[in-house]
C-alpha cells in the first residue's frame, strides 16, 4: 500500500485477514510506525526501508538505522524487511546493489539479535 492516510484505515488494514502487508514509510518519514505501534498492529508488516524512487544506493549502515528504528515499533516477529514498492522504475544495477545492501544490512541485524 502506498501514498494513503493509513492512519484513518488501520484498523481496517489489519482486519483483512492478509498474513503480511507492505506499506509506502521511507517517503512519508516512516509516519506509519507511530500508527501501527499505536493500533497494536497485528498482521505481519513490511514498511519500506528506502525510496526506491532515488537511483541513490543506500547503504548497509543506513538500512541498518531504519531497521533499529523500526524495531522500536514492531515486534521483530511481526517484521519484514523490503524497500518501498516500485523496483521496476530502476536500473538493474541501483536494483541490484541496493538489494544487496538490504540483504547484507537484514543480516547484520540478525547476528547482533542473537548475541
Not at 52 to 62: A, G, K, M, Q
Not at 69 to 75: H, Q, S
Not at 84 to 92: E, F, I, P, S, V
Amino acid at each position: 500500500m502506498f501514498y494513503s492516510e493509513f492512519e484513518d484505515i488501520i484498523t481496517a488494514i489489519d482486519n483483512m485477514d492478509a498474513d503480511a502487508i507492505t506499506f509506502e514509510a521511507s517517503r512519508s518519514e516512516y509516519s506509519i510506525l507511530n500508527c501501527i505501534k499505536e493500533s497494536n498492529f497485528e498482521t505481519e508488516v513490511g514498511p519500506g526501508v528506502y525510496d526506491i524512487h532515488s537511483p541513490r544506493v543506500p547503504s548497509v549502515d543506513e538500512i541498518k538505522g531504519i531497521i533499529k528504528k523500526m524495531l522500536n515499533y514492531i515486534d521483530i516477529k511481526n517484521l519484514w524487511i523490503n524497500p518501498d514498492c516500485g523496483l521496476k522504475t530502476r536500473g538493474n544495477k541501483e536494483t541490484t546493489e541496493s538489494l544487496i545492501n538490504l540483504v547484507e544490512a537484514t543480516k547484520q541485524i540478525k547476528k547482533e539479535l542473537n548475541k
